[in-house]
């Protein structure tokens, strides 16, 4: 199997996992349930670009860290139901329909953004404030990537 | 030092560790992301619940209990900044006066929700279905608690 598509079968794999329960969900749901996701993340990661440019603090890194990984590791693909390219959850979605057509794409993207995540929360563990620097940078760019991609300009 | 007193400082330990960037958080913003951590953390209970009174997937469990544990050990007590009683994020905030004035009792939550949470990760990635179900109760107890005390209705 190749890897773009076994990324997107894990990205992807709640929506069959847990079908029932899927079906059920409205798109607003799905919509807020992502937002906050996303939102979530947001304060995570400005926590961790606060210590690396500022003081830092082990323990707040690691924290923080754990929460994006723990995100990224969340199966979100599953919150992508169909319907969901348009719509308003805690605010009108901002998602572009090529995140619903364009497969390989977004498998590639996901997986990368995943990989960075998890490996942020390695380096954050150990402490060390240069490497984390370097990864957030890193994890940074995943994040960009997709936005670029699949991400409408705000609202 | 007391145990009660030990939780409601590492709850709140953000406040002090990330002082300069807190203090230019604003209220909106603060509701906003912690608005975003509870309903998160909600999708992810309910991926729980899905799993043991239905289809139980192993992963999709550990995952999900790992964002719970995550964000509950992310110091979200730092978003209960001062004049946050009262004010909108996504949605007006359902915050009682009392946790920013009850300091005992919001440890006391806090601390057991933090333990809870961090039990339901550790039984979830044994797979042990049973031991996931007896434990989600306990965590669901535990949120309860602190909805009871500190939460008004939803609007």
Redesign the interface.
């Known amino acids: 199997m190749k890897k773009t598509t076994k990324t997107l079968l894990a990205g992807f794999?709640?929506s069959v996992?847990?079908g029932?329960?899927l079906a059920q969900m409205k798109v607003e749901d799905a919509i807020?349930?992502r937002?906050?996701?996303y939102?979530?993340m947001?304060?995570?990661m400005?926590?961790i670009k606060?210590?690396v440019e500022?003081?830092y603090?082990k323990d707040?890194v690691a924290?923080?860290a754990?929460?994006v990984?723990?995100?990224a590791?969340?199966?979100m693909g599953a919150?992508y139901i169909p319907g969901s390219d348009k719509g308003k959850g805690?605010h009108e979605t901002n998602v572009k329909p090529e995140l619903f057509t364009d497969k390989e794409g977004v498998g590639k993207v996901a997986r990368a953004f995943n990989d960075a995540a998890n490996e942020m929360a390695r380096v954050a563990a150990t402490g060390d404030a240069a490497a984390v620097k370097a990864q957030f940078g890193k994890l940074g760019e995943t994040c960009k990537a997709c936005h670029d991609k699949y991400r409408k300009e705000e609202h």
Do not use: M, R
């Open positions: 794999a709640l996992v847990a029932t329960t807020t349930f937002q906050s996701g939102k979530f947001a304060w995570n400005g926590k606060a210590n500022g003081q603090n707040q924290a923080a754990n929460v990984a723990a995100i590791n969340s199966g919150l805690w």
